[in-house]
């Protein structure tokens, strides 16, 4: 997975702060990917996640879908 850039934002979970980060890969990263009760992933190649390569990443629609509209995630802000 390639590391494209850190994102002008963080993200808070319960206390934890985290640098936000964009990446990029040919094969798929979703946390989704497998997940047969959602919709397919989006195929840009692109992710969504912190900068930490250990920590979950997203595609584009799985990152609106689940994390922006707050499905499990009630506790995830982002500051700046
Ligand atoms: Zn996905």
Known sequence: MKFIKTLPFESILDKDVLDCGLWQSETNEC???NDKKVGKCDDS???YGTTSEREPKFCA???YELVVNGNGTDNYKLSR
């Open 61 to 63: 629609r799985h990152f």
């Open 31 to 33: 946390e989704f990917h």
């Open 45 to 47: 190649g692109y992710y």
